[in-house]
């Protein structure tokens, strides 16, 4: 088996086949390396953005990219190493210069937070020093997820009526007694592994979008392969945020925040590229020693030739405890064998896709995970959904409803009409709160009806957010990296 | 010396335990985990809320008008049966006014849609609405055996589709009956939007999810009053009511890729149990980016209400796909038939047969 990019005088043994097309390493890399630089120049405004533009102008005008980088996700990291690569480039063939700087992003939480200083303390030292000798091109930030609740001074509790499915709400302000954490939401709230799923995703773009929004960037770089992508748009449909696919995969518009214009738009330069690709290119460039899960990461499906021989020891979770992109996932790789352009024809049809016409009767923005509303989903739900029961008829049934009220059942839903109930009076006597006025959108009011304890939330108010002050200083641990970096750039300057 | 007998343990009455009640009433024993919500509820309480809430869909969105003749495409199998039931039900509480009558085509499957068939027939005692059967010799001259026969088992799908789907048009047009209603449920409009999705269907997306299709080029409508009803619900209300309906699956191959769809679906309602409805709502709010127009090409635009050249019936195309899939066979009929030749009779049955053969 040789390859087939090569040229024919020099052919190297092939190790890759993808696309039903063979490679030699060299080949692979070009090869990948080539469709993400072709997303990243793929119009006037990002050409803008990374090229080096001449005339040089007055300093401070290169272009600031924010890439987020997870440590348990392999396309991020094979993002940041190409866009490594593409500036060791630019730099030697334009006398040092660069036409973008990257800040790297990465969110973690009280578990992993070890792990990570461990993973880019030996990521800096192998992949950005070397660049930072020349000028400060690359900058680390961390965030702690905890961040989230901390910044913001006010929180509001989400009730739904079970009744009608109307959202109420009453908000307070943040003090020391009642500051929220994320251990305690998933675990107070949560019923299932999809709902912490969904919420640790909502709260995690979150914070790297308003990240990006307080320090002016000019774009952030999402880590997402065509495969993931294709699993978050079937996962949209699935969760009843269908209007949310044309914003979500949107890189020709700039980006919004509490209905606030940013000055940034969000690129998916992976979005050609197979999740079974990116993974190769992870073991041919010896990356997934950044990782926190190195042993998993080494039995993901992949396309290296020498690997397809090996069976596939992935163990197998109960559905019950998937998580919908899990699910998803697998469904992919089932039908992968026989219908093999699933992928790319799910990506494709979700590109043709716009905003669907709002009929509301103002622009309202759901306060959980922030998205556009275009329908009001209590109105939707309620007209297709009846809840009054048959009425109590026989004494044997009034003496079974007399003794569900005394029980623990009864006392739990009496809790649930009271807390309801004074939220309701909390909403009528505030003059903030408007008629029509819509909280959630359908798939978050379908979360917290289905998947949340006794339908109620706590939630920060993102518009009272402040991410900007405490980002890169809370945690002392972390911010010894940091300092250790710079004190080596500034040590060679 | 007195005897006492012992007390009798399988009448002795059992204790309903308080998590064992209905999530409703609170009064009565759960029976049934409802689909919709996985919220428990008991027989009166589930019934009284799928009427209603099947009420409330044909209300809010005005399915029928008053005087309005309607006809139920009954297949006799669970859906069109609760269809039938439901619409007569509703109409004698709530008096929409309609006139319901009950339309079949028989596909000519030996073996299969004679007794299905039979079903409609003793709906039509029960119910005591009128019944009209058109059968596929008598619109196309062909019957399904017969396809097969000269077609095969692999396409038979497709040609039954084809024709099935016109044979309800045609069927009503002649009893002079604007609007046919068919028991599409929730499942079918999901799995519908997630196959349109996977497969790219860019041209249907946008109204995969209309609860009435309706074209100027056709006088019937057709309207889905169990759009937003779980199959299941559907199941457990026809088991509920005893009702009578034929439950055999057709002796052709399901479509295969539908049934990894809908495999799909099973593993997201473990999960998240309002996945369908989840999905419909999505469904309804997907709309498609305007078509960029280029200066000089002639854009070939859908035209609404086109018809066919031969029979006159709705086509995207010049001539239909009824007429042009007809033409095919024809090409391959016997120029003369033997009298009596009953050899196509129950071709589904026996190829089906000949399959599970093994030496």
């Given at each position: 088996m040789e390859c087939q990019r090569c040229p024919a005088s020099a052919r190297n043994p092939a190790t890759v086949e993808s696309r039903k097309e063979k490679f030699c390493d060299e080949c692979f890399i070009k090869f990948v390396s080539t469709k993400q630089r072709k997303q990243m120049m793929k119009d006037e405004y990002f050409r803008n953005l990374f090229k080096v533009i001449y005339p040089f102008e007055k300093e401070g005008s290169v272009s600031k990219i924010l890439l987020p980088l997870s440590h348990s996700d392999s396309g991020s990291l094979v993002m940041l190493d190409i866009v490594h690569d593409l500036l060791l480039e630019q730099t030697k063939q334009h006398n040092?210069?660069?036409g973008f700087t990257v800040d790297v992003l990465t969110v973690f939480t009280e578990e992993n937070v070890s792990v990570i200083k461990e993973r880019m303390e030996s990521l800096i030292n192998e992949k950005m020093s070397q660049l930072n000798k020349i000028s400060n091109i690359f900058n680390v930030h961390f965030i702690d997820v905890n961040e989230f609740f901390n910044n913001a001074s006010e929180v509001s509790t989400f009730i739904i009526d079970n009744e009608n499915f109307e959202i109420f709400s009453k908000s307070k302000s943040v003090d020391d007694s009642n500051i929220l954490t994320l251990k305690e939401i998933l675990g107070k709230y949560c019923l299932n592994n999809s709902s912490r799923s969904d919420l640790i995703s909502i709260i995690k773009t979150q914070l790297i979008k308003h990240f990006a929004y307080e320090n002016g960037y000019n774009a952030i770089m999402w880590g997402h392969s065509m495969t993931k992508l294709s699993e978050v748009i079937i996962s949209l449909v699935v969760k009843g945020k269908g209007s949310q696919i044309a914003t979500f995969l949107d890189s020709e518009s700039f980006d919004t925040l509490n209905n606030k214009p940013c000055k940034y738009k969000n690129l998916y330069p992976m979005k050609d590229l197979l999740s079974v690709e990116i993974e190769s290119f992870l073991q041919i460039r010896n990356l997934a020693q950044f990782l926190i899960n190195v042993e998993e990461t080494n039995v993901k499906p992949n396309c290296l030739i020498a690997r397809k021989s090996l069976p596939s020891l992935g163990q197998q979770k109960l559905v019950k405890n998937m998580t919908i992109n899990e699910i998803t996932n697998k469904y992919f790789q089932d039908i992968q064998n026989d219908y093999s352009n699933i992928i790319s024809t799910v990506l494709r049809t979700a590109d043709k896709l716009t905003q669907p016409k709002s009929s509301m009767a103002k622009p309202s923005q759901c306060q959980i995970c922030q998205s556009k509303i275009y329908t009001n989903p209590s109105n939707w739900l309620n007209r297709i959904t009846v809840t009054s029961p048959y009425p109590v008829e026989t004494t044997e049934e009034k003496y079974l409803f007399k003794q569900w009220q005394d029980s623990k059942l009864g006392q739990s839903h009496t809790h649930y009409v009271e807390l309801l109930n004074e939220i309701k009076q909390g909403a009528s006597n505030s003059l903030d709160v408007e008629d029509g006025?819509?909280?959630?959108?359908y798939g978050c009011l379908i979360l917290l009806n289905t998947s949340i304890k006794d339908k109620n939330l706590v939630w920060p108010k993102v518009d009272t957010m402040d991410i900007t002050a405490n980002a890169t200083n809370k945690n002392k641990e972390l911010s010894q990296i940091l300092d250790q970096f710079e004190i080596n750039s500034d040590g060679e300057e | 010396m007195s005897f006492t007998a012992p007390s009798d343990p399988v009448n002795k009455p059992t204790k309903v335990k308080?998590?064992?009640?209905?999530?409703?009433?609170?009064s009565r024993k759960a029976l049934i985990r409802r689909p919709k919500n996985l919220s428990k509820l008991c027989k009166q309480c589930f019934c009284l809320v799928f009427e209603t809430e099947i009420h409330n869909t044909i209300v809010a969105n005005n399915l029928f008008q008053r005087g309005e003749k309607v006809a139920v495409g009954a297949s006799g199998g669970k859906d069109s049966t609760v269809l039938a039931h439901m619409l007569k039900l509703l109409n004698d509480r709530y008096d929409y006014g309609i006139e319901i009558v009950l339309l079949s085509i028989d596909e000519g499957i030996i073996g299969y849609r004679d007794d299905s068939l039979a079903t409609v027939k003793r709906n039509q005692q029960q119910y005591g609405l009128p019944l009209e059967i058109f059968s596929f010799k008598d619109l196309y001259d062909w019957t399904m055996d017969e396809i097969v026969s000269v077609a095969?088992?692999?396409?038979s799908c497709t040609y039954c589709g084809v024709f099935r789907r016109q044979s309800l048009d045609r069927g009503a047009a002649k009893l002079g009956i604007s609007h046919v209603v068919t028991g599409h449920n929730a499942d079918d409009m999901a799995e519908t939007v997630l196959m349109n999705i996977l497969r790219g269907d860019v041209a249907r997306l946008e109204k995969s999810t209309a609860i009435i299709t309706q074209s100027s080029g056709s006088p019937i409508k057709r309207s889905k009053p169990f759009k937003y009803s779980y199959q299941k619900e559907i199941v457990l209300y026809a088991h509920y009511m005893k009702l009578d309906y034929f439950s055999t699956e057709c002796t052709y191959a399901p479509e295969a890729f539908r049934g990894t769809a809908r495999e799909y679906m099973k593993n997201l309602e473990a999960v998240r149990p309002s996945c369908i409805i989840d999905i419909i709502q999505s469904g309804e709010n997907l709309a498609l980016k305007a078509k960029k127009s280029n200066a000089g090409k002639r854009v070939v635009k859908f035209v609404d209400g086109n018809r066919c050249a031969r029979c006159g019936y709705l086509s995207s195309n010049n001539i239909c796909k009824a007429c042009m899939l007809l033409e095919g066979l024809e090409k391959s009929r016997a120029q003369v038939a033997i009298e009596n030749d009953t050899s196509a009779d129950g071709a589904a049955l026996k190829l089906r047969a000949l399959e599970k053969l093994s030496f």
């Open positions: 040092n210069r660069t006025d819509v909280k959630l959108c | 308080v998590s064992q009640l209905c999530e409703l009433c609170h095969g088992i692999r396409n």
